[in-house]
Every structure is written in structure tokens, then in C-alpha cells.
């Protein structure tokens, strides 16, 4: 199912907590919603369902205006932060809730399907409290699927789960979801979870969004430092001018960029910490270092400036130099 966000507001006394957002969800799409905390991501997450009525602006569902359609009617599957399981059925029995209540005679041949679906082996009297977090999620998600959805919303699923069992779930939950085929709109706070499952990504920012695109979009072409400083997390901004020909300086440092821009103009380089190329020209001393397993973040010092880099770790170790190029793909120029 596409869906259609048109110039929606929404107002709670003088907070204007979303503020004429549109944007457009392809069917079958993971669409992502990444923001600081109280950025309206979740308010937005809450109109799209019909929990909340926006003061002014339209939704639609397949080109059917559904702004002041009762939530119960618009076929919604719902995953929240915190499990939402009826803790007096079994884990099965929740899975197999809304088939239940449709009074479906298949409803067994459903459950099992789901239940190789998430990749859970239960017997018919585990309880959701003997379960792991991780696998009560899981079981949110299957229920929510057999709800038959024509849409699904998920509000800070992975939050509260530890490091390692995030790592492998959030591409579990990718996979899922894509193989059911149903449209999704995913809301956290997490980028790299975002960037993980998302196949495009809206950052909302004050209640308006800032910029959508595919997470490598919006990492090598951010739109502004906002942009270029919150995906991807650290990110080295510098004050710069254009010598013309795509060339800024920086001190006595003399780098290629990704656009050009005219000659003598004040501009802000963002650049990654990808950008580093070992074995280049610039000679960089290392006065700092963070080992993080195959890549080693760095502070480096070259003619005088200050970056910070990601290198691979071999190539950095022991050394208390090295010599490296900046890939001006990697570097985006903002004009001051």
C-alpha cells in the first residue's frame, strides 16, 4: 500500500510539534523516520495511524483520504518499544489473536507459518514472560502480521534490547518484513539502526523534515551540516575557501572537493571519516587513538589541522604516523 503525507500540522498549545510535513511511502517500502527526542516523529507516527487528528494537512492510503478515518478501520499493525503481549495468553495464543477473533478455521496452518516465520520453536504453554525480550518482540511482530495489516507501524522496536542481540535483530526484522511484502513505517532515534533497516530515511528536525533519501544519500550528500553531522555520527566541519576548480584551502592545506564553487568564496567542508586513504600524500601525525576491532578511530594532525579518521586497524598499528589522501568524494561543501 503507498501512502501520502500532504501538508500536515499539528499544534499542542504553543508547540508546533509537526509542521507542514508531506512526504510520500512506496508500496512495500521500510520508510524511516530517525530524530532527536521531540523532533515529532512519534506524533507524526501517531496521525499516520489515526490516533491523533491533525489540525490541517491530509493522509492518504492508496490514494483514499483516510484523515479522519477511525484508527480500527485503516488495517494497521502495530509494533511498540515496550511489548505490548497479553501476558495471560500463551505466546501462541497472542500470535494467533487476531485469526481468533476473525473466527478463521485455519488459523493453526497461520500460526505455525508465523511461528517458522520468526524463527521460533515454542511449545503451546510458554508464557510471553519466559521469554527473552528479544524473542517477545518477535512475537509482537508475528502477531501484528496476522493482523493482516495494510500497513505497518513500528515505534522504537529494538530500544531497550542490548548491543549484541540489536546487531543480528534488526537485520532479522529487514528480512521479515520484506517477506511478508507489507509497507512499513519505521520511527527511532538510533542511525545506524535506521541506516540497518530502512530503504529510505525522512530526519525530522523541529517538526519539519529535513531531507529524505537512501541512507547513502543522505551520508555522502547531506544537505546541510545538520544533515552531514548526524547521520553517520562524528563528522570533521571545517571553514574553508574556494580557490575555484573544485580546490579549498584550509590553512596552509589545499584539498579537492565534490562540487566547485567560485573562486575566494567562504565555504563549510564536512568531511567523513571514511574519507582517509592510507598510503597517500599527506603526512599525519596520530595523537590520539581508539582501537575498535577492524577499524581504529584517530585524531590526526596534518600541517597543523586537526581530523579525525576510521582506518583499518593493521594499518595503524604501532605507528605513530602515517601518510594518507582525502577522497573528495567524501568531502561536501556547504557555502557559507
Request: aromatic share 8%; with cysteine.
Amino acid at each position: 500500500m503507498r501512502i501520502v503525507v500532504r501538508n500536515v500540522r499539528k499544534r499542542f498549545g504553543k508547540v508546533v510539534a509537526v509542521d507542514d510535513v508531506s512526504f510520500e511511502v512506496k508500496d512495500g517500502e521500510i520508510f524511516g523516520i530517525i530524530g532527536l527526542s521531540g523532533c515529532g516523529k512519534t506524533t507524526l507516527l501517531k496521525i499516520i495511524a489515526g490516533i491523533l487528528r491533525p489540525d490541517s494537512g491530509k493522509i492518504y492510503f492508496d490514494d483514499v483520504d483516510v484523515t479522519n478515518l477511525a484508527l480500527e478501520e485503516r488495517k494497521i499493525g502495530f509494533v511498540f518499544q515496550d511489548v505490548r503481549l497479553f501476558n495471560h495468553l500463551t505466546a501462541i495464543e497472542n500470535i494467533a489473536y487476531a485469526p481468533t477473533l476473525r473466527g478463521e478455521q485455519d488459523r493453526e496452518e497461520l500460526v505455525d507459518w508465523l511461528m517458522g516465520f520468526i524463527r521460533a520453536d515454542l511449545s503451546k504453554s510458554t508464557m510471553p514472560t519466559e521469554l527473552s525480550r528479544g524473542m517477545q518482540q518477535k512475537i509482537s511482530l508475528a502477531r501484528a502480521i496476522a493482523s493482516e495489516p495494510n500497513l505497518l507501524l513500528l515505534d522504537e522496536p529494538l530500544a531497550g534490547l542490548d548491543a549484541r542481540i540489536k546487531s543480528t535483530m534488526v537485520f532479522e526484522l529487514r528480512d521479515m518484513i520484506k517477506d511478508v511484502g507489507v509497507t512499513a513505517i519505521y520511527v527511532t532515534h538510533d542511525q545506524w539502526e535506521i541506516s540497518s533497516i530502512a530503504d529510505r530515511i525522512a530526519i525530522m528536525k523541529a517538526g519539519k523534515i529535513i531531507q529524505i533519501g537512501t541512507p547513502e544519500e543522505l551520508y555522502y550528500r547531506p544537505v546541510n551540516e545538520y544533515v552531514a553531522t548526524f547521520m553517520g555520527g562524528e563528522c570533521n566541519l571545517l571553514n574553508a575557501y574556494s580557490l575555484g576548480n573544485s580546490q579549498f584551502k584550509i590553512g596552509d592545506l589545499i584539498l579537492k572537493g565534490s562540487r566547485n564553487i567560485e573562486n575566494g568564496r567562504n565555504v563549510k567542508l564536512a568531511i567523513k571519516l571514511d574519507a582517509f586513504i592510507p598510503n597517500g600524500r599527506f603526512e599525519a601525525k596520530i595523537i590520539e587513538r581508539n582501537f575498535m576491532g577492524p577499524f581504529t578511530r584517530l585524531v590526526l594532525d596534518i600541517n597543523g589541522i586537526k581530523f579525525i579518521a576510521k582506518m583499518p586497524s593493521k594499518q595503524v598499528f604501532n605507528v605513530d604516523k602515517v601518510f594518507v589522501d582525502i577522497d573528495p568524494n567524501k568531502i561536501v561543501v556547504f557555502e557559507r
